[in-house]
């Protein structure tokens, strides 16, 4: 069954980084784009970005420009989304969500992992 | 980045009951129209994509329709664990921006 497993609650201080792992399971990893959307405590879904796990590419919202980095180990089938010069508002649950295979659509998503941003 | 409207952004409901939620984009997306059901604590779920397409293991009392930029998502009869916050998002262009949301509430 498919199954995506993301890393645990991070804490992290204004200015800082944070990783998010996101551990697929269950198909064939190569074959599904995925994505990383957020969610501020009780607001809306947003949008992060993409990354083709074939080749590489990603794609993600204007808004990260310059400090969202998603990358990928094939070898455990694993997708990163590192986020850096971290404030307040990046304060949210992230989600990692795979891509169907003949649906533009997200079909299976991740736990969530909630970073805190916090001096 | 295209924009999707909700609404309304609350509901009240019965048990029972028929709703139905809209959403509309800023520009044309085609089909490219997907429905999320999310409860507290929890990850969204897929109910429906591409505008009308039923997605596998969601009950038949969802349907969605739509295309270009006015999409609808309707529950016939509701149930208990219907009550949650419904999601459109749209698959036509990254970003691949939701609706802010509509709460469907126990009335």
């Known amino acids: 069954q498919v199954q995506l497993v993301q890393s645990g609650a991070e804490v992290k201080k204004p200015g800082a980084s944070v990783k998010v792992s996101c551990k697929a399971s269950?198909?064939?990893?190569?074959?599904?784009?995925m994505h990383w959307v957020r969610q501020a405590p009780g607001q809306g879904l947003e949008w992060v970005g993409t990354m083709n796990p074939s080749g590489g590419s990603t794609r993600h919202a204007q808004k990260f420009q310059g400090r969202v980095t998603m990358t990928r180990d094939t070898s455990t089938s694993t997708v990163y989304m590192e986020l850096s010069s971290l404030r307040s508002e990046d304060t949210a649950v992230y989600y990692c969500a795979r891509v169907g295979g003949d649906i533009q659509a997200f079909d299976y998503w991740g736990q969530g992992t909630l970073v805190t941003v916090s001096s | 980045d295209i924009q999707m409207t909700q609404s309304p952004s609350s509901l009240s409901a019965s048990v029972g009951d028929r709703v139905t939620i809209t959403c509309r984009a800023s520009?044309?997306?085609?089909?490219?129209l997907n429905w999320y059901q999310q409860k507290p604590g929890k990850a969204p779920k897929l109910l429906i994509y591409t505008a009308s397409s039923l997605q596998s293991g969601v009950p038949s009392r969802f349907s969605g329709s739509g295309s270009g930029t006015d999409f609808t998502l309707t529950i016939t009869s509701l149930q208990p664990e219907d009550f949650a916050t419904y999601y459109c998002?749209?698959?036509?262009?990254?970003?691949?921006?939701f609706g802010q949301g509509t709460k469907l509430e126990i009335k």
């Open positions: 269950g198909y064939t990893f190569s074959s599904h784009y």
């Open positions: 520009q044309t997306i085609s089909t490219y």
């Open positions: 998002q749209q698959s036509y262009i990254t970003p691949y921006t």
